[in-house]
């Protein structure tokens, strides 16, 4: 994919005492960014495509929808006959959607032999279900509810495949019991609702937003509810939303994961443009107080949502606290996450009703109440991070699959709280460095060798350069300008939905503040 982008932004000139050239270009590129900044830009999801595949037309319901779902579905199939991004858990659902799709939608040879290659990848990847570390949004869920389909539409899979997760699905389910329809409509569950298409707790109808026409802002979810919806009005704008989110690529459409996440793309472009020391920048003004008005007038008693057209979460509000603060707008304070608070365990839960907590979401808590001037709870969170990393170097988190990014957060968030938490990420940092110069867990990619570098910089402002720290940090900084691709929407997705998916702008912004870094600290 690629977006269009002018580097002639603003005019920008060259500040302080940074005078080159490369400075320039990315400070541009910055504003380019800030300009695109709420529009939602995500990568393709197949999980989501082949749900929307399975549509069927207004008043023929046995012809699809949305061909170019079927198609997109046709082309991107891997070698391995799986669908999907990532590891095994994530495209075993994709796969498991896809089969399921072409035995319903598909009419060709090819399309058959597609499904066995999908078959024969399910029955190959049973052995890796054992690893329940890192599962997808409701994961456990979601496989029972695609298993039953799939047997529905006699594809042979073994029968214990629905409950392998039981432990984990009845722990949601027994949550999902005792919550109202109105409580079930302002939860996490609105992402997945797919899984409960065939038992809904009230009308198909009250669970469409008014406003997108969408359900949980989930392609998947308004897809697979569209069946179950009578009133014809509200059919026409559940397919006004799927038509408006499709995403031009190779061999047809597709749809990402999620819609209309404005707010959170905001709050974490801008949130990178913080790391790097320049929010405030009076040449970037004229593009981030809008972002900042918008943020503003998002605000509510609970917090911040991820979008215009979703709930509240602890995450993003705090995030947003900083960002509001920083920038000088201090009439807001973090009254609204208190109701995240878990008393007993001592940590914040990103969304309520969640069965455990994220990583990341309790280190920008503790960056918040640090900037707040709250050092008790600050010291509780640092206890959770102390606990929730064991005895490993780095930390692993719910949102995304890369140690390196909850880690380098960790470094910058808390680095100068508590030296001893953080030093052994910093020697894990230095010590996994490729020899390309780059990080990464599976590879060396930009972003991660962005998050490493970002980690290093903050962590030399308060302790110090040593040699060896500013050699990696040289090395990792000539990674980025030479790997970085102003035009080009690849990155590896490494960000956990219900499929790995790249918030391509976020991604951006945290690669382009780390080589903004780079530039000031002249290395």
């Known amino acids: ?94 796969t498991l959607a896809a089969i399921v799709t072409l035995t319903d939608r598909g ?23 054992q690893n329940t570390a890192l599962l997808p949004i409701g994961f456990e869920l979601l496989l029972s509810a695609l298993v ?28 999902l019991k005792k919550m109202s ?23 198909a109808e009250s669970f469409v937003h008014p406003v997108t026409g969408g359900v949980g802002l989930s392609p998947a979810a308004t897809a697979a509810l569209i069946g179950q ?58 593009l981030v107080e809008p972002l900042l008005d918008r943020i503003a007038a998002r605000w509510s008693p609970t917090g911040l949502p991820f979008s215009t057209y979703f709930f509240n979460d602890s995450d993003d509000t705090v995030v947003g606290y900083l960002l509001l603060h920083k920038s000088g707008r201090t009439s807001y304070d973090l009254s609204p996450v208190e109701g995240y608070w878990q008393q007993t365990k001592e940590y914040f839960t990103t969304y309520h009703y969640e069965r455990d907590s994220s990583v990341s979401t309790n280190i920008h808590c503790a960056e918040a109440f640090d900037y707040a001037g709250q050092p008790d709870r600050v010291a509780k ?4 991070l102390g606990n929730s990393r064991g005895e490993q170097p780095y930390w692993m988190d719910k949102w995304h699959v890369s140690p390196y990014y909850v880690t380098a957060h960790a470094i910058i968030c808390t680095g100068h709280l508590d030296k001893a938490l953080t030093q052994p990420s910093v020697d894990w940092l230095y010590y996994t460095q490729h020899k390309s110069g780059g990080w990464g867990f599976e590879g060396d990619t930009t972003e991660e060798t962005a998050y490493a570098l970002q980690a290093l910089v903050h962590y030399a402002r308060i302790h110090g350069w040593s040699p060896s720290l500013l050699k990696a940090a040289r090395a990792g900084a000539n990674y980025l300008r030479e790997h970085y691709r102003p ?15 790249t918030p391509y702008l976020i991604v951006r912004a945290a690669v382009l503040s780390a080589m903004l870094l780079a530039e000031v600290n002249k290395l």
């Not at 397919?239 to 690529?249: G, M, P, Q, V, W």
């Open 381 to 384: 969170l640092l206890g959770f």
């Open 148 to 175: 039953d389909e799939a047997q529905a539409v006699n594809l042979t899979l073994p029968g214990w495949l629905s409950t392998y997760y039981a432990v984990y699905q009845n722990q949601k389910k027994a949550i």
């Open 229 to 286: 919806v009578e009133d014809p009005s509200v059919r026409r704008r559940m397919i006004s939303y799927l038509e408006r989110n499709k995403l031009a690529d190779r061999g047809g459409n597709g749809w990402g994961f999620v819609t209309d996440f404005d707010i959170y793309e905001i709050i974490w472009v801008l949130y990178n443009l913080h790391i790097c020391g320049h929010l405030t920048h009076p040449l970037l003004q004229p």
């Open 107 to 129: 009419q060709r040879t090819r399309d058959s032999q597609q499904v066995e290659r999908g078959l024969s990848f399910i029955w190959q990847s049973l052995p890796w279900l």
């Open 1 to 94: 994919m690629e977006l269009k982008q002018s580097l002639s932004g603003l005019g920008l000139r060259y500040p302080g005492s940074v005078s080159n050239a490369n400075y320039t270009i990315l400070l541009n590129s910055f504003s380019d960014l800030l300009g695109h900044s709420g529009q939602a830009l995500l990568n393709p999801s197949a999980y989501d495509t082949a749900w929307v595949a399975r549509v069927g037309a207004e008043g023929n319901p046995k012809m699809a929808a949305f061909p170019q779902a079927l198609s997109w579905l046709s082309v991107h199939q891997h070698e391995d006959g799986s669908w999907g991004e990532g590891a095994v858990p994530e495209r075993l659902l994709a």
């Open 487 to 501: 035009f080009v929407w690849e990155n590896e997705p490494l960000w956990t939905g219900k499929n790995r998916f």
């Open 181 to 203: 329809v109105e409580q079930i409509r302002n939860s996490t569950a609105m992402l997945s609702l797919e899984f409960l298409r065939q038992n809904l707790p009230a009308s």
